[in-house]
């Protein structure tokens, strides 16, 4: 069970790095992210600057908009997972092998979210240049940090469920957009109304959450909701790969 | 697993896309050692029958056993005695051909151990062991279809399935393929698809037609020429009333 998921996920980042789309993905998105930890330190390097703390001001700004950067060039990380498979045929590869679909999904899963993983380690190397010359509330910093990689893991389980309904890889790319986007934009239908639907709104979307750990705010709530997000979507794109061995 | 016992045998399979019949009712055995030839028009249900003996699709109805194994009940112990070539060749380009071939051997469950020595001697086999280091995409067609073969025996299955295997290759190509099939029909039973009846003639031991999704024909095919009829005349009066 094991060695068939590291097997799976271990040739999906071989073949995710021998296309450029990875190196390109992981220079944009830090070159983007840096942008966001440079201004935030320049001007709080400015003597008028009246900003509560380095954390709060260039950390936990670099991480909020690094979520946004993240969901919005998702799409192309995770468009290939399955489509591409059936695209190239290969999904016959495996479904004729003796893995069971399970081991499929989480392979791809898992695979997917070491690249995410690189992605975070490499934009926190950024804040923890800081620690050469001052100090930081790390709590903190370790809180944004979990809380990114909990929104990365979600992310990731959406796009690859998306990606297993189409063969096409741009429309993955383009439906996972679409309900990124939409998750993201329900936070400002939450914020500017006052009633109770307003709420729950608001409590679906996938930046509420996020935005508790960037202050600090280590919620178990906050924790479980990401974490039950992915099991959700991974579960129906296994669903959806068993659907497809019967009826399709 | 008995040497006597038929190492594929499918029991009344159907298979239905939404209101669409693909096949219904299709039984047969592949017994050790025999290369059977699958025959049909386009859309016969060919590459349907092949795909759920490979478990890649399930039947609506019906079953299949490999080598003693269910494939809806011991799906993990039925897919390893069973090698899949299908039609449209599972070939990641970006890869070369060893990483390729390694990447199958494990996915089929070879040991740690074998792994190399089963890699090389499918190389060989396969008239690959030059071209190891080259990627896949910049193989030639015939190439690519000996990769494609290869991934198929990697794991020495009992069974081998190839779905048009010869589909799309030059005539010298042709002839190394049916080589390499007659070669590995000595210690695997080989079940093939194909639309070229001399094909069948040259290397298969027995002929299974299908059309409409039914099997009209199952017989051997030294039976069949015994009887005075060509192989091209019969497949010509059974698929007459073709769909397609």
Known sequence: MINNIILIAGNELRRFFKSPLAWVILALVQFLVAIFFYVPLITYLQPAS???????????????FAAYIILMISPLITMRLIAEERQLGTIKLLFSSPITI?????????????????ILI?????????LFGTHLDLGQVAS??????????????????????????????????????????????????????????????????????????????DIFYYII???????????????????? | MKKNKPLISANDLSRFYGQVRAIENVSFVLPHGEILGLLGPNGAGKSTTMQIICGVIAANNGSVNIAGYDIQDAPQQAKQNIGFLPEQLPLYNDLTVDEYLFYTAKLRGVKKVNLS???????????????????IQNLSKGYKQRVGIAQ?????????????????????????????MLELSIDHSIMLSTH???????????????????????????????????????????????NQ
């Open chain 1, 50 to 64: 009246v900003a509560s703390g380095l954390t709060d001001a260039v950390v936990s700004t670099m991480y909020g």
């Open chain 1, 102 to 118: 399970t081991e499929i999904v989480l392979g791809k899963f898992f695979g997917i979210t070491i690249f995410y993983m690189l």
């Open chain 1, 122 to 130: 490499l934009i926190t190397l950024m804040p923890a240049s800081l």
């Open chain 1, 144 to 221: 944004a940090f979990i809380g990114l990689l909990l929104l990365m893991t979600s992310i990731a389980s959406i796009g690859l469920f998306l990606s297993s309904l189409t063969n096409s890889p741009a429309i993955a790319a383009i439906s996972t957009f679409g309900v990124l986007f939409f998750l993201l934009i329900i936070t400002i239908g939450g914020t500017n109304s006052s009633l109770k639907t307003a709420e729950i709104v608001s409590y679906l979307s996938l930046v509420s959450h996020y935005n508790n750990f960037l202050s600090g705010l280590f919620n178990s709530i």
């Open chain 1, 229 to 248: 997000l992915t099991i959700f979507f991974i579960i129906l794109c296994i669903w959806r790969l068993d659907t497809e061995r019967i009826y399709g």
């Open chain 2, 117 to 135: 020595e089963k890699v090389t001697s499918c190389k060989k086999r396969c008239g690959l062991e030059t071209s190891g280091n080259r990627l």
């Open chain 2, 152 to 180: 198929a025996i990697i794991h020495t299955p009992a069974v081998i399935i190839l779905d048009e295997p010869t589909s799309g290759l030059d005539p010298k190509q042709i002839l190394e393929i049916r080589k390499l």
């Open chain 2, 196 to 242: 070229i009846l001399s094909e069948v003639e040259a290397i298969c031991d027995r002929v299974l037609i299908i059309n409409n999704g039914s099997i009209v024909l199952d017989q051997y095919l030294k039976e069949l020429l015994a009887n005075g009829d060509s192989l091209e005349s019969t497949f010509m009066r059974l698929t007459e009333d073709s």
